[in-house]
């Protein structure tokens, strides 16, 4: 369950058919927190209208001493079979949060959600958009990985917009996990927007944010 989170709330606006303020939820990685992944929110925003909120891991971070860090799931094993039961368990919970948020603010629908993720959270993202098979309304992943078993666990029957950001030179979360993600969507002919950022590391910088905000746009916020 998730208890903790940060919330960054737009101006009200009526909602209609044709322009409807967003649900931004932003995902920190492994070992960090809402606090600092919120600060995304002021480099994202390009309306004065959504909502945006950065909840904190439901986990308590592997390293015990790190008392302000929070994780999606565990890497202490780092096999496929326990990653893939730590993503199931998160984004169950994910949903859940999400599921609770959009009755609280007033939204309509999953239609009016965007995720945002880093790291882990971008890993988290992409599992939740394309196994739950949730319409969410775009997916921005950074630095992420799209960790499935097998190409058919993911549902093609979703309209999500994707964006899929890498930087040629991290090391946490290594470039290769990008190319795979390309394959594994194009495979299943879902349309994606991606891009291989030459000499970026294990961050979101400024070109990085700059893709966000266009995709952001894009949708129409």
Not at 72 to 87: I, Q
Request: aromatic share 10%; glycine share 6%; with cysteine.
């Amino acid at each position: 369950m998730i208890t903790e989170y940060v919330e960054k709330l737009g101006k009200q606006r009526t909602f209609n058919a044709h322009s409807r303020k967003k649900l931004v939820i932003i995902l920190h990685g492994y070992g960090d927190n809402c606090y600092n992944i919120i600060n995304l929110e002021s480099v994202l925003r390009i309306d004065e209208c959504s909502d945006f909120i950065a909840p904190n891991g439901y986990q308590a971070f592997d390293e015990p001493s790190m008392i302000n860090s929070r994780q999606w799931f565990s890497l202490v094993d780092r096999s496929m079979a326990a990653m893939l039961s730590g993503l199931r368990a998160a984004s169950s919970v994910l949903i859940t949060f999400i599921d609770a948020k959009i009755k609280e603010l007033g939204f309509h629908d999953y239609g009016d959600v965007i995720l945002v993720g880093f790291s882990q959270g971008a890993m988290l993202s992409l599992y939740t958009t394309y196994t739950a098979s949730i319409p969410f309304c775009g997916v921005i992943s950074y630095s992420g990985a799209l960790i499935l078993n097998d190409l058919s666990d993911i549902k093609t029957n979703n309209t999500t917009k994707i964006l899929i950001i890498h930087g040629t030179d991290d090391s946490v979360v290594p470039p290769s996990a990008f190319d795979h993600a390309c394959i594994a969507l194009g495979a299943n002919s879902i349309e994606f927007e991606a891009h291989k950022l030459n000499g970026m590391e294990h961050t979101v910088d400024e070109r990085a944010c700059k893709l966000g905000r266009e995709f952001l746009a894009s949708l129409q916020l």
